[in-house]
């Protein structure tokens, strides 16, 4: 039998013969700022400088586990078909009371972040007089960004009846979010009903995930990044909106939080950034938990509630 070398078969059809000195150089041309692909990836992994992240998301899970069985009446108020179109509603049980609506993260594609596990959040703020709702939304590859922020608005729209229910104060709604649903609540204060906002460890800018890991189930254009970014499309100026990052994340996140407060102060916004020494992605979470911690301090002024 006739032995064939491999330069006797021809290349396949649409298949790329770059060769990989050429693939290894492209690699490290810069794609944002001055960082390549794999450093703009390694940028925004969260898990990276949070040490024990999977033990944290457990004690999460658990505690809202718990927080879920004493409080059932309200739970999983679908607003849509899918499961994740829902709301979870915690009753402080005071009358006019205001809300705080909160959006989990995810990087609006990691199925394993949803309202359920941060059920917890609810502790603190419901202690002091102040209702608490965690609403879901679809998720990449399944929906598109711009799909991910009508879920909220519609979420929005459906809490006002919920509100109701329990006599609470129609005017006077935070929407809180972290990192992806930071940008879902940032986006939603121009939204009818919205008083004020509360950011946490958010993405303002969606310019660097168009080309990192982030980007390869949600797809984002350069059309996307124009109309869908906060920082390009700064909330009313009557907003209250607070900004909030831990000490201890990922630069980049800092970065983002801080050009965003700096952004809605240059046009007359109110906008507090306040950056919590000795928290990570996760543990910033714990301030928003316990009645007397920052975050939830913050809530409470942003709602005027003393």
């Known amino acids: 039998m006739q032995r ?33 692909r794999p450093t703009l990836d390694r940028a925004y992994q969260l898990g990276a400088p949070a040490p024990g992240t999977a033990a944290t998301l457990e004690s999460w899970r658990a505690r809202s586990e718990a927080y879920r069985r004493l409080h059932p009446a309200l739970l999983d108020q679908a607003w849509g078909p899918h499961p994740r179109q829902a709301t979870d509603f915690f009753d402080c049980g005071v009358a006019r009371a205001p809300t705080l609506l909160f959006v989990h993260g995810g990087y609006w594609q990691y199925p394993q972040h949803s309202r359920e596990i941060f ?16 609403t879901g939304y679809r998720l990449a590859p399944e929906a598109t960004l711009a799909d991910m922020i009508g879920d909220i608005a519609t979420a929005i729209s459906h809490l006002a009846g919920l509100r109701r229910t329990v006599d609470a104060d ?113 543990t910033i979470l714990d301030e928003l938990a316990a009645s007397d911690g920052a975050l939830a301090i913050e809530a409470r002024r942003l709602l005027r509630c003393d």
């Not at 059920?119 to 965690?134: C, D, I, K, Q």
């Open 119 to 134: 059920s917890a959040l609810a502790t603190g703020l419901v202690e002091r007089g102040v209702h608490v709702a965690l």
């Open 170 to 282: 129609p005017t006077r709604l935070c929407v809180a979010g972290r990192t992806a649903g930071a940008l879902l609540a940032a986006y939603a204060q121009s939204l009818p009903g919205v008083s004020a906002c509360l950011a946490i460890s958010g993405i303002f800018d969606l310019e660097p995930m168009r080309p990192c890991f982030v980007n390869d189930k949600l797809g984002l254009g350069a059309d996307d990044v124009a109309a869908l970014s906060p920082i390009r499309k700064l909330p009313p100026r009557h907003a209250r909106l607070a900004v909030s990052v831990g000490g201890e994340e990922l630069p980049e996140l800092r970065r983002q939080s801080s050009d965003y407060a700096a952004a809605c102060r240059a046009v007359g916004i109110e906008c507090r950034l306040l950056e919590l020494a000795n928290h990570n992605h996760y």
């Open 4 to 36: 064939t070398s491999n330069r006797d078969i021809p290349a396949a059809a649409g298949r790329s013969q770059t060769p990989v000195s050429e693939i290894n150089v492209a690699r490290s041309l810069p794609v944002y700022r001055d960082m390549d």
